[in-house]
T-cell receptor
Framework: AQTVTQSQPEMSVQEAETVTLSCTYD???????LFWYKQPPSRQMILVIR??????QNATENRFSVNFQKAAKSFSLKISDSQLGDAAMYFC??????????FGTGTRLKVLA | EPEVTQTPSHQVTQMGQEVILRCVPI?????FYWYRQILGQKVEFLVS????????KSEIFDDQFSVERPDGSNFTLKIRSTKLEDSAMYFC??????????FGPGTRLTVL
């Protein structure tokens, strides 16, 4: 069965600095998708970035980028130039086709002014 | 931009009562999902629905739960006799052609 592990329950970063959130996963599949979701106090699930497993190139979205290591089954999120609005829970998620998302346990990110 | 909507945003109910959580998926989507998130925990899958039937359900989704697509637009989750441990945020999601599910804003269910 597929699993997603986020080993950092909480991280802190100074405003304007860079932080990396870790995620590892386990699957025997070769075709799948990986996501990072942000969950602010409102608890809405906001998509940050997605990565298709068949693409070798790491996805980027403005200040957010991933380091996708397929062989190592690692999918970390890098946030550059951190802003106060980045403070939230971040969930890593795995998806294959029309099946369910499998989420990690989340990392709470604090941004220090 | 099309979005998934959910009503109500917050539902308070007494233990043992029935609740229906409503979702309006994105109009041309064919796959529908319910997820649950107990406060402070991760998001957990409940059920997926396609072609008017359940395609997959988790062990959480027992006989107290049911889903329905009563018309062409709504997708509902019913809990027949709520328990204290059903208190959680319930997210509806829908999926179209691309491999990504779009989440609604959630319904916060509080069981007293």
């Amino acid at each position: 069965a597929q699993t997603v592990t986020q080993s950092q329950p909480e991280m802190s970063v100074q405003e304007a600095e860079t932080v990396t959130l870790s995620c590892t996963y386990d699957t025997s599949e070769s075709d799948y998708y990986l996501f990072w979701y942000k969950q602010p106090p409102s608890r809405q699930m906001i998509l940050v970035i997605r990565q298709e497993a068949y693409k070798q190139q790491n996805a980027t979205e403005n200040r957010f980028s991933v380091n996708f290591q397929k062989a190592a089954k690692s999918f970390s999120l890098k946030i550059s130039d951190s802003q106060l609005g980045d403070a939230a829970m971040y969930f890593c998620a795995y998806l294959r086709g029309t099946y369910k998302y499998i989420f990690g346990t989340g990392t709470r990110l604090k941004v220090l002014a | 931009e099309p979005e998934v909507t959910q009503t109500p945003s917050h539902q308070v109910t007494q233990m043992g009562q029935e609740v229906i959580l409503r979702c309006v998926p994105i109009s041309n989507h064919l796959y529908f999902y319910w997820y649950r998130q107990i406060l402070g925990q991760k998001v957990e899958f409940l059920v997926s629905f396609y072609n008017n039937e359940i395609s997959e359900k988790s062990e959480i989704f027992d006989d107290q739960f049911s889903v329905e697509r009563p018309d062409g637009s709504n997708f509902t989750l019913k809990i027949r006799s709520t328990k204290l441990e059903d208190s959680a945020m319930y997210f509806c999601a829908s999926k179209g052609q691309i491999n990504e599910q779009f989440f609604g804003p959630g319904t916060r269910l509080t069981v007293l």
